[in-house]
T-cell receptor
Framework: DVKVTQSSRYLVKRTGEKVFLECVQDMDHENMFWYRQDPGLGLRLIYF???????EKGDIPEGYSVSREKKERFSLILESASTNQTSMYLC?????????????FGPGTRLLVL | TQLLEQSPQFLSIQEGENLTVYCNSS?????LQWYRQEPGEGPVLLVT?????EVKKLKRLTFQFGDARKDSSLHITAAQPGDTGLYLCAGASEYGNKLVFGAGTILRVKS
């Protein structure tokens, strides 16, 4: 079974803090994605990566950065957390290129920024 | 920007009832996926439809892709409490390499 794990299920941070969200997949997938999920808005793509050290902006990259130093690990960084970044963050990975492949999701990190 | 509109947003029904969830757009998608998400978990893929007019069945769930590949529907027959969850549709654009998600439909099936 494909497994995508996220470093924390719940996080509470203060405004202005630097926040790291880690995601690890164990299926040697090339593609990895970071989404945020908000009620009534569905999932919105923040960043994705199709190879080590490669990254592309999604639909809402402002206030975020990412790092992919190893194939299995994709990190999301909030440089200076703000209250409007309070959300559920979901990581996903896929084998096939593009958007046609099945995306396997982690359980999510619920982030509260105070 | 491509958008996918899902309806209804919420659905609360009794066990044994039938229901349909709709996913509509003005854009054409090369394929469309349906996911189910349970509380505290990430979404899990149910099905991918690729061809206009395609119908796929997964036990009591029937998925249809519109002829013009702009819309899709999910029909559940004789809903069970285990069907409770958030249902998300996601479209793959013809030229992009990412998915566009609908806002989701929260389904609650009462026993």
């Amino acid at each position: 079974d494909v497994k995508v794990t996220q470093s924390s299920r719940y996080l509470v941070k203060r405004t202005g803090e630097k926040v790291f969200l880690e995601c690890v997949q164990d299926m040697d997938h090339e593609n990895m994605f970071w989404y945020r999920q908000d009620p009534g808005l569905g999932l919105r793509l923040i960043y994705f990566s199709y190879d080590v050290k490669m990254k592309e902006k999604g639909d809402i990259p402002e206030g975020y950065s990412v790092s992919r130093e190893k194939k299995e690990r994709f990190s999301l960084i909030l440089e200076s957390a703000s209250t409007n970044q309070t959300s559920m963050y979901l990581c996903a990975s896929s084998f096939l290129g593009g958007a046609t492949g099945t995306q396997y999701f982690g359980p999510g990190t619920r982030l509260l920024v105070l | 920007t491509q958008l996918l509109e899902q309806s209804p947003q919420f659905l609360s029904i009794q066990e044994g009832e039938n229901l349909t969830v709709y996913c509509n757009s003005s854009s054409v998608f090369s394929s469309l996926q349906w996911y189910r998400q349970e509380p505290g978990e990430g979404p899990v893929l149910l099905v991918t439809v690729v061809t206009g007019g395609e119908v796929k069945k997964l036990k009591r769930l029937t998925f249809q892709f519109g002829d013009a590949r702009k819309d899709s529907s999910l029909h559940i027959t004789a809903a069970q409490p285990g069907d409770t969850g958030l249902y998300l549709c996601a479209g793959a654009s013809e030229y992009g390499n990412k998915l566009v998600f609908g806002a989701g439909t929260i389904l609650r099936v009462k026993s």
